[in-house]
C-alpha cells in the first residue's frame, strides 16, 4: 500500500509533464485544418517550431505504405481508410531526430529515457507469477489508465463522410482514456470493410498473417510506455502469464485479473468488475458501412469463463512451433502450413503441422482465447479484459525465442505477396506515428526490454520441457532450407544442432550429432 501511495503522490506531475505515443491521432491534428492540409506537424509546448525544430524533429512527407504485390480481391480497397496508411487522412508528419519520438517529437524512442532522451537501459519482463513481479501494483496501474483521459482522439465516421457536399470537413472524432484508446486501436486494426454491400471478412491489419506477431509486440510497447508514464516508473516491464505451464487460470483470482461466477460476470472483489466492453458489436457497425465503433458506446460489462471450452496449450506445442525454422509461408494467411507464425497464430495442427482453420479449431494463442473465454473469446472485444496483456506478452515472448534461435529480422518477413498490411514493410494500422512490420522484428533490447531466462541463443533453463522431437510434415534438409510439406525430407532438430555447437565452443564431447536425430518422415 505505501508504494502506491508514493506512486500517487508522482501523478500530477507525470500526467503533466509527458506527451503520449500512440494512435490513432493527436487531439491537435484532428483539428479542420489539418484534415483539410493531410499535415500533423505540431509545434509542441515549449518549442517555436513544429516538430521541436532543429536537433528534435522537422516536418516532412511521409513514406507511403508499400502497395507492392497484395492479392487480387484487395485491389478494390481505396474505400478503405487503412489502405496506404496513414496516407487517406495524412501526408506529412514529423520526422524526429534519434532518440526523439512522438507525434511532436517530444517523446523518446522506445528504451531511451529523460527529459533529453540522454538515459537508456534495459528492463526485465518477469513471469507475472514471480515472487519478483507486484502484481497488484500493476492491476492497480492498468486501473489508471482506465480513468486518464488521452491526448489522443479517435474516429467515429470514415472520412469519407466527414465531408459535406461543398467539400468541407467537420472532423467525427472523440476523445477517450488511455485505456480504451488501446481497445479502440485493437478494433480498428481488426474491423471488417463494406464495398458495394459486400462485407469483405478476411482484411485483419493486425491478425491472420505475417504482421500478427510485430503488430502485437508494437502494441504492447505502447501499452508499456503508457504504464511507465502515468506512473513514472521508467523501470516498469509488463508481466507475462506463462499459460504453457499452466492447467487452469491461474491469474483469474481477485488478486490478479479477478474471479468470476457461474455467468461469467467478475466477482465484486476484483478491481475490474463491472468494466465496460465496447467496441464488440462488429454487425451494428458493418450493416451501417459508415460508422467507426464509437468507444462511448458500451456493449455489455466485460466477461470471462475460463476453462469451460478447450484447454490451454502445453511447453511440447510451444516446443514444436520454435522448431520451425521458417517465420511464414506462401499464402502468408491462415492456411499457411509450417508457419511458425501461423502455428503461433492457432490455426495449425500442433503435431503435423498443418493448417487446421475452422470456425471453431484453435490452437496455441487462438486456444488460450477460447479457453478464457467471454470477452476474450471474439477478436473486436478481447482487449476490454485486462487479462489480455500477460497472455500476448507471453506470446511476444516466444516470438523473442524464435528471433533468437534462428536469427529472425526484417528479412524473415515477405517484402511482398501478403495480405494488405503485411508485407514486410507495410505501416501498423492504426499506429501513429508511423511503426512497420521491419522495425519492430529485431531484438527486444533494441527497445529497451528483455525476457527473464531467456539466453542469447533463445533457449531456457527448462528447455527439456519444451524440446519437441515431433517435427510433423515440417522438415528441413541439412542444409537448413524448407521443402514443401509431405515432401518427406530428413529432419534436423535444431535443439540438437544448439548442444552440438555449445560442445564443439567448449571443446567438450557432444551427447549426439545432427545426423544422429534425422529423421525420415516415410518412416512415420
Not at 531526430?97 to 518477469?126: H, I, L, M, Q
Request: hydrophobic content about 35%; glycine content about 8%.
Amino acid at each position: 500500500m505505501s508504494s502506491l501511495i508514493c506512486k500517487l503522490s508522482l501523478i500530477v506531475i507525470v500526467l503533466t509533464a509527458l506527451h503520449r505515443t500512440s494512435a490513432q491521432f493527436p487531439a491537435s491534428c484532428v483539428e479542420t485544418e489539418n484534415l483539410a492540409s493531410k499535415t500533423c506537424c505540431p509545434i509542441p509546448n515549449g518549442f517555436t517550431e513544429q516538430c521541436g525544430g532543429t536537433g528534435r524533429g522537422v516536418c516532412t512527407a511521409l513514406r507511403p505504405s508499400p502497395l507492392n504485390d497484395y492479392q487480387p480481391h484487395y485491389q478494390f480497397l481505396e474505400g478503405d481508410d487503412r489502405y496506404a496508411w496513414p496516407s487517406v487522412f495524412f501526408d506529412y508528419a514529423c520526422e524526429c531526430e534519434w532518440p526523439f519520438w512522438g507525434a511532436d517529437c517530444t517523446e523518446c524512442r522506445w528504451g531511451y529515457y529523460g527529459s533529453e532522451c540522454e538515459e537508456t537501459w534495459v528492463n526485465v519482463r518477469k513471469n507475472i507469477r514471480s515472487p519478483e513481479v507486484d502484481q497488484e501494483l500493476y492491476v492497480e496501474y492498468i486501473t489508471w489508465l482506465k480513468g486518464n483521459a488521452s491526448e489522443y482522439k479517435v474516429m467515429t465516421k470514415i472520412r469519407s463522410e466527414m465531408f459535406d457536399t461543398n467539400g468541407t470537413i467537420t472532423p467525427q472524432f472523440v476523445s477517450v482514456n488511455e485505456y480504451d484508446l488501446l481497445t479502440w486501436l485493437h478494433y480498428y486494426a481488426t474491423k471488417h470493410i463494406v464495398i458495394d454491400d459486400f462485407i469483405f471478412y478476411d482484411i485483419d491489419f493486425g491478425h491472420l498473417g505475417p504482421t500478427f506477431l510485430p503488430w502485437h509486440r508494437a502494441f504492447l510497447l505502447i501499452f508499456e510506455r503508457k504504464i511507465q508514464q502515468i506512473s513514472g516508473d521508467n523501470h516498469f516491464a509488463l508481466p507475462y502469464w506463462d499459460w504453457a505451464e499452466a492447467d487452469v487460470c491461474d491469474i483469474c483470482f481477485d488478486d490478479y485479473f479477478g474471479a468470476n461466477d457461474a455467468n461469467g460476470m467478475l466477482s465484486e472483489g476484483s478491481a475490474f468488475f463491472a468494466w465496460p466492453e465496447l467496441c464488440s458489436d462488429f454487425m451494428a457497425y458493418d450493416e451501417s458501412v459508415v460508422d467507426v465503433c464509437d468507444p462511448a458506446v458500451v456493449v455489455r460489462e466485460i466477461q470471462r469463463l475460463p476453462g469451460v471450452v478447450g484447454e490451454l496449450p502445453t511447453k511440447k506445442e510451444v516446443g514444436f512451433a520454435l522448431n520451425q525454422r521458417v517465420y511464414d509461408t506462401p499464402p502468408y494467411n491462415v492456411y499457411s502450413d509450417c508457419s511458425f507464425r501461423n502455428i503461433m497464430g492457432g490455426n495449425v495442427n500442433t503435431t503435423s503441422g498443418l493448417t487446421m482453420y475452422t470456425a471453431d479449431a484453435r490452437a496455441m494463442h487462438g486456444a488460450v482465447h477460447i479457453f478464457l473465454g467471454g470477452t476474450m473469446a471474439t477478436v473486436p472485444s478481447s482487449t476490454n479484459d485486462p487479462i489480455f496483456y500477460p497472455h500476448h506478452t507471453f506470446v511476444d515472448k516466444v516470438l523473442e525465442m524464435w528471433i533468437r534461435r534462428h536469427d529472425g529480422s526484417g528479412d524473415s518477413l515477405p517484402s511482398k505477396g501478403a495480405p494488405i498490411g503485411h508485407n514486410r514493410g507495410a505501416y501498423h494500422v492504426p499506429l501513429f506515428p508511423v511503426w512497420s512490420n521491419e522495425d519492430v522484428f529485431r531484438r527486444t533490447e533494441t527497445f529497451g526490454y528483455i525476457y527473464d531466462n531467456v539466453d542469447e541463443n533463445g533457449f531456457t533453463p527448462d528447455e527439456d520441457e519444451y524440446r519437441n522431437d515431433n517435427l510433423g510434415m515440417c522438415g528441413y534438409y541439412k542444409d537448413g532450407t524448407q521443402p514443401k510439406p509431405a515432401t518427406f525430407a530428413p529432419l534436423v532438430d535444431p535443439y540438437a544442432e544448439y548442444l552440438l555447437q555449445k560442445a564443439n565452443a567448449n571443446n567438450t564431447n557432444s551427447t549426439g550429432s545432427p545426423d544422429d536425430v534425422m529423421t525420415d518422415l516415410s518412416d512415420m
